[in-house]
């Protein structure tokens, strides 16, 4: 038996689940962590110096708590859920970095400071939500704030928001009034952590259990070194399962380094799965290097500058999106600004999941279209597709969602920046040659009735200019007002002039336009 099965059975008793916390900046999501934490880690409540400098989170920060299995787990073999909490960011101008740590949540908790409400960044936050798709546990803070009788305003405040939810994917979502830190110095216990850690442990469910025969795949958000040990990489498990002793790749630096030892929470242990919040400690390699990026199993994350993927577009952005676009491209951790051509699959006539694992056809022939359209009954959801050209090289999983932002628009415009998502259906060697995607345009042209030869035949002009020759357009077919079809048949003189037929009795006059 492997290592990773003694490791798991002794292990499995503690179940670990990812917890976003997100919101507007001072919404007091780090101070909510804080309240719920028994666990510290490297990276937790703003201990980089330029947050403590400026008194906002810039990073994220991980740390923890754990309490009893509930009971509708009970049975399940864990007597234990480790709950980790990945502190983002609010500030506008760090998006990308909530959008990092959003693709590696179980459940995310939006904060809401009752005494303002939605803000700018809560809507960023539930746009990312949605995209992302975890479960939703809305927090209000600062209820100590409220004048009495409190719970009557905080019950009005949670009918307002179920308003604004109820057009979102989170519709009927729970909420719960906490005040993280109350009092005028923030010297007072917390209030409703234990209703806020309730209504956590009901949204957990069991996941499925890691599989050895998929490549490890490890998201890092924080690396250092550790005098005398190695670099320490902390991060989270996508897939896969890593154990000591086992070879790991920095797919982005093209090396190679040996697990030297691991621990989650500060508790050695010997191997970890997806979904576990871990340390690895390597021997011989500059942290200097790396600062957020991925480790995997070696030659399973490819390098690519282009990629095909199957998008749509964010419905609470209402600017239109042309075509050709230049835009900021999110995959994981890595943000590269990207061209991006859009074009459709007419075949598809309903909605097909973004996620659906059918490949890409090269043989297919796909409409080109000005700009990314809305979902809806013309372009049902998964019929979009667009071809990204990376500035630089991008590496992450195939298995990866990629978000679209227009991280230069202006933070203080009341704005969603968030274009499109996708998930990616083939990547492209363009070092090799430039991608072949058979692309076209409808192109329509109108021809001018001449004059009506019979009941059944026009003469026609317009469509080429004197001394052009008519045979690129013999077969092809022009709609008349009334909607009737009628066949290019031959030239008639040289003046451009052309015979059109129809098979049933036409009603054209002179002058009349087909197209």
Not at 309 to 332: A, M, S
Request: hydrophobic fraction near 40%; aromatic fraction near 8%.
């Amino acid at each position: 038996q492997s290592t990773w099965g003694i490791f798991y059975l002794r292990m499995s008793q503690t179940l670990n689940v990812n917890v976003g916390i997100l919101g507007h900046v001072d919404s007091g999501k780090t101070s909510l962590a804080k309240a719920l934490s028994t666990v510290t880690s490297t990276a937790c409540f703003d201990k980089h110096p330029q947050s403590q400098e400026r008194g906002i989170t810039l990073d994220l920060g991980f740390s923890a708590f754990s309490c009893p299995v509930p009971e509708h787990l009970k049975g399940s073999g864990y007597d234990q859920i480790q709950f980790t909490l990945v502190d983002c960011p609010g500030h506008a101008s760090l998006i990308r970095t909530i959008i990092g740590g959003a693709h590696i949540i179980n459940i995310m908790i939006l904060v809401i400071d009752i005494t303002k409400g939605i803000q700018t960044q809560t809507a960023e936050c539930i746009v990312i939500g949605e995209v992302m798709r975890p479960k939703l546990l809305v927090v209000l803070n600062k209820i100590d704030q409220l004048a009495e009788p409190r719970q009557d305003k905080i019950e009005k405040t949670k009918a307002k928001l179920a308003k604004t939810f109820q057009s979102t994917r989170f519709a009927m979502c729970e909420m719960v009034g906490v005040s993280a830190c109350p009092g005028a110095k923030g010297d007072e216990p917390p209030i409703g952590i234990h209703e806020l850690i309730q209504k956590l442990c009901a949204f957990v469910e069991i996941p499925t259990p890691p599989s050895s025969n998929t490549p490890f795949y490890f998201a890092i958000d924080h690396c250092f070194p550790i005098k005398g040990q190695g670099t320490v990489l902390t991060g989270t498990v996508l897939d896969g399962i890593v154990e000591v002793g086992q070879n790991i790749e920095f797919p982005e630096l093209k090396l190679e380094r040996k697990v030297k030892s691991m621990q989650m929470f500060k508790q050695p242990v010997r191997s970890a799965g997806k979904g576990d919040r871990v340390g690895i400690c390597v021997t011989q390699f500059d942290s200097k290097l790396l600062e957020r990026g991925i480790a995997s199993a070696p030659g399973s994350i490819p390098t690519f500058q282009a990629v095909i993927i199957r998008l749509e577009k964010i419905r609470f952005h209402k600017q239109p999106v042309p075509n050709r676009l230049y835009i900021h491209v999110t995959v994981g951790h890595s943000t590269a600004m990207a061209n991006v051509t859009f074009f459709h699959d007419e075949t598809i006539k309903t909605p097909l999941d973004i996620f659906d694992s059918r490949t890409f056809d090269w043989n297919k022939e796909y409409m080109w279209q000005d700009e990314l359209f809305a979902t809806d009954t013309s372009h049902p959801c998964g019929s979009q597709l667009a071809l990204v050209e990376f500035e630089t090289p991008v590496t992450c999983s195939l298995q990866s969602m990629l978000i679209g932002a227009r991280l230069d628009a202006d933070i203080h415009n009341n704005s969603c920046r968030l274009v499109f998502f996708g998930t990616i259906q083939t990547i492209l060697d363009v070092a090799k040659e430039k991608p072949n995607i058979r692309v076209y345009k409808t192109k329509v042209k109108e021809a001018v009735v001449d004059r009506v030869n019979n009941e059944r035949e026009v003469i026609c002009k317009g469509l080429i200019t004197r001394g052009k020759d008519i045979n690129a357009f013999v077969g092809l077919k022009l709609v008349a007002p009334n909607g009737m079809v009628g066949v290019i048949e031959q030239s008639f003189g040289t003046a451009g002039k052309f015979r059109v037929t129809f098979s049933d009795t036409h009603s054209l006059t002179a002058h009349d336009k087909l197209t």
